[in-house]
């Protein structure tokens, strides 16, 4: 118990005195999340709206598809970008393997699934009469589209923040396509993962409260926002 408690102290410790490898991987965890939340919305928001609001062949099989997708083991993900980008690999000659640009292909392929199934969840739930509506009333297309999108707002809100918790905690993607390279493409969860195997569970601690800290201003953040 006294081991448990000083780990917590020295964790408390490290993460207000902002130790510079801590502050590192806090840096390299908020780039990775950032550019692969925001690539996954470009793709994965356009999904969510045509699987809501499209009626094609086969859309059935898409929305099963995409919700499959949700529950794909991260290290089915990092094995498989690992086999693309190996030098072995069909993209090995681009040599993006250990590398942050490694790291944010695998976040994006994860959290795709999850900004498509939630937008087409948020959109689903705005009046259906609401786009017949707008275009029975002279809308473009376009306009009758961004008109639903403002009614799911909140919605499309709560996928990014989803998606965005689920790539910040992420271990398992990161650790084998990133290498967990200090200042490079260490981030806090393979941070935290590796100072607790060697016995420094102080830093794993101070780690954890750095990520924990990110995700509660970003959430913070995100409200204060949803006012205007």
Avoid: H
Avoid at 150 to 170: C, K, N, P
Avoid at 212 to 226: D, E, K, S
């Amino acid at each position: 118990m006294d081991f448990f408690l000083q780990g917590i102290k020295d964790g408390i410790l490290l993460a207000l005195s902002g130790d510079p490898d801590v502050m590192r991987a806090s840096w390299v965890t908020v780039q990775l999340s950032f550019c692969s939340i925001v690539v996954a919305s470009l793709i994965g928001m356009p999904i969510g709206w045509a699987l809501a609001l499209r009626r094609f062949r086969g859309r059935g099989v898409a929305i099963a598809v995409t919700q499959t997708l949700l529950g794909v083991p991260t290290v089915v993900i990092g094995l498989v970008v690992y086999g693309l980008l190996s030098r072995r690999g069909p993209l090995g000659f681009a040599g993006l393997l250990f590398s942050p640009t490694a790291i944010v292909i695998g976040l994006v392929i994860l959290s795709v699934p999850i900004v498509s199934v939630f937008t087409m969840t948020a959109i689903s739930s705005v009046d259906g009469l609401a786009w017949e509506t707008a275009l029975t009333l002279g809308a473009s297309p376009r306009r009758a589209s961004w008109m639903v999108l403002r009614e799911a707002r909140f919605g499309l809100i709560s996928a990014i923040m989803g998606a965005f918790g689920r790539v910040s905690s992420e271990v398992g993607i990161a650790m084998m396509l990133g290498g967990n390279i200090r200042g490079y493409t260490r981030t806090l969860t393979t941070g935290i993962a590796l100072e607790s195997m060697k016995g420094e569970f102080g830093f794993g601690i101070a780690m954890g409260l750095v990520l924990m800290a990110i995700i509660f201003v970003t959430n913070l953040g995100i409200r204060v926002l949803q006012k205007f």
